[in-house]
């Protein structure tokens, strides 16, 4: 299943399937970029990260992928499980600052 | 394990109450920062602290004042509370690598119903 962020912010997949939850950006000086994931009436937690000088970064079951050409943020996640049910958002900091900008985030629902 | 701790999960005060939400980090970092959640509209930046006894507004601090006497803690005051401040509140810290700015880690956030 693939979702487009902010403009499908909802997202089914069948558990086994991969995921892709999507994030576009717009501020060329975006340099520094995480997703997290949060469960309901829960903090957000750090999936992945990656910064500009990269394009690809991979964790277990998780790789992000950045497209700074087209300013556009990806987090896949392999073999999607149940526990997996949550909302997804993206983060960016700009110029190197210390600052934060958040996506509204994709709430993904696994089907058993 | 790292760790950000917010004082209080669930807060419930009148309008016209001041409040006090606390949080402290354990991780000696530098950046702190206080965040509001609401459905539709993601995280938005209330105040932030750079330093010990320095702030910064961010998005939204109408209605909202802070306080970081110390390097762990960071508190969010609101002065006389309104029903249109209930909200989930989400206390953030981070630090500044060589690389650049450092990984930004949560609390389990308050959330606060003002009746």
């Known amino acids: 299943g693939e979702s487009v962020g902010l403009h499908l912010p909802t997202l089914s997949v069948q558990e086994g399937d991969n995921s892709i939850i999507n994030c576009a950006y717009s501020n060329s000086a975006s340099d520094y970029f995480i997703w997290y994931k949060q469960e309901s009436g829960k903090g957000p937690q750090f999936i992945i990260d990656i910064r500009s000088n990269m394009d690809k970064r991979q964790g277990q079951r998780v790789t992000v992928l950045l497209n700074k050409t087209v300013k556009h943020l990806s987090l896949q996640i392999a073999a999607t499980q149940p526990g997996d049910s949550a909302v997804y958002f993206c983060?960016?900091?700009?110029?190197?600052?210390?600052?934060?900008?958040f996506g509204t985030g994709t709430s993904l629902t696994v089907i058993p | 394990d790292v760790k950000v701790t917010q004082s209080s999960r669930y807060l419930v005060k009148r309008t016209g109450e001041k409040v006090f939400l606390e949080c402290v980090q354990d991780?000696?970092?530098?950046?702190m920062f206080w965040y509001r959640q609401d459905p539709g509209l993601g995280l938005r930046l209330i105040y932030f602290?750079?330093?010990?006894?320095?702030?910064e507004k961010g998005d939204i601090p109408e209605g909202y004042s802070v306080s970081r006497e110390k390097k762990e803690r960071f508190s969010l005051i609101l002065e006389s509370a309104s029903t249109n401040q209930t909200s989930m509140y989400l206390c953030?810290?981070?630090?500044?690598?060589?690389?650049?700015?450092?990984?930004?880690?949560f609390g389990e956030g308050s959330r606060l119903t003002v009746l």
């Open positions: 991780m000696d970092h530098e950046n």
């Open positions: 983060a960016e900091t700009r110029n190197y600052g210390n600052q934060f900008y």
């Open positions: 602290s750079y330093d010990v006894k320095m702030k």
């Open positions: 953030a810290s981070s630090s500044y690598l060589w690389e650049g700015p450092g990984e930004l880690f």
